[in-house]
């Protein structure tokens, strides 16, 4: 009776191409050879040989196709050329012969002994279009390069990943406002793949977005130092606010003092402000102010991050400056005007 490839690979019949593949890397990487010396290597070497030839069939989609209508039996026969119907209604003393167990693996992981030079994993996130498939094996039309992280999971075994290291990036309110764009030269530390240590530079791009705030982390995975038997770290920006001369932000609000003189505060007035984007802001001021009065501008403050469109409001707190000393003519005007002309105490 033939393998069950399904319980071998611990998956069900309907599993995905993903399904397969992730049973495929835990599997294997726990009963490499390898990982398993001693009293356990000849067991290991057995389960490695099986796990190897069910992926290798069941990732196929003829093998599987095969498999799935005729069984063990029908993969052998289709392989024999010519004694294809004899082959199926006839012995099953043979198997299906598949391929060698490292070659499969090499072919999944780009090696077949991740084990060695574990400490000069180096994360490669990019994907090439029109290659071949990981390590340059197979015919298929994307090359995924990952880190060993991403390949084989969580493992004791595995090259550690230290926490990520954080910059601070100082923004000023109108850039947080409007939104800019910052290159970012760094040079970090890496592990060649000769085991050698050396530097590289390069310039990152920061999209500042618009409404932003300090705090704000900006991720690259994999861009801090690399060190000998450890993954490179994630170099992580972290948002501050430069403090502005005039405006403060507090949320999505913005807030400006404005000063103004004791008659403007009664008789009216017209403030005209430049806003953080550098538009001219004419607000006509009709009520009369009090020392601590504050008018809000609907839409004027910082724009809401996720919500298209939507902006605090722009809050100006007034000051009124009162004169330091009046003549007895403008008491006496001042009195006529605000008191219904009552005369002044003695």
């Given amino acids: ?34 990982k398993n010396p001693g009293d356990n290597k000849a067991e290991a070497e057995a389960k490695f040989k099986k796990i190897s030839e069910a992926y290798e069939v069941l990732s196929d989609p003829q093998k599987r196709t095969i498999y799935d209508q005729y069984g063990e039996e029908g993969l052998k026969a289709s392989a024999d050329a010519g004694s294809s119907s004899s082959s199926m209604n006839g012995s ?4 299906f012969n598949p391929r ?83 290159k970012m030269k760094i040079s970090r530390n890496i592990v060649r793949s000769n085991g050698q240590l050396g530097t590289e530079s390069e310039i990152l791009t920061i999209d500042i977005k618009p409404g932003w705030k300090k705090g704000t982390k900006i991720t690259f995975p994999d861009k801090g130092n690399e060190q000998p038997n450890q993954l490179a770290a994630d170099l992580v920006f972290v948002i501050d606010e430069k403090p502005h001369d005039e405006y403060t932000r507090e949320g999505n609000d913005l807030l400006i003092y404005q000063k103004i003189d004791l008659v403007d505060a009664l008789a009216g007035t017209t403030v005209n402000l430049k806003t953080l984007d550098g538009r001219d802001l004419v607000i006509k001021l009709t009520d009369v102010v009090t020392p601590g009065y504050e008018l809000a501008i609907a839409k004027e403050g910082m ?4 919500e298209n469109g939507r902006r605090g409001n722009l809050r100006i707190r007034f000051d009124v400056d009162f004169p330091k000393r009046l003549s007895s003519e403008q008491r006496q005007n001042i009195r006529k005007v605000l008191g219904g002309g009552g005369q002044p105490q003695q």
């Fill in 1 to 34: 009776m033939g393998l069950d490839y399904y319980s071998v690979l611990k998956v069900n019949r309907s599993a995905t191409e993903d399904d397969l593949k992730k049973s495929y890397r835990r599997l294997a990487m726990k009963w490499h050879p390898d």
């Fill in 92 to 95: 099953t003393n043979h198997r």
């Fill in 303 to 306: 724009p809401i991050v996720k």
């Fill in 100 to 182: 060698n167990a490292e070659d499969v693996f090499a072919e999944f992981f780009g090696s077949s002994k991740p084990f060695e030079g574990m400490g000069r994993a180096k994360s490669m996130r990019f994907q090439t279009e029109g290659a071949g498939t990981f390590g340059g094996f197979g015919g298929g039309t994307e090359s995924k390069f990952r880190s060993y992280n991403d390949l084989v999971g969580a493992s004791s075994s595995q090259p550690r990943k230290p926490p990520p290291v954080e910059t601070k990036l100082t923004c000023t309110l109108p850039e947080l406002y409007s939104g800019s764009t910052r």
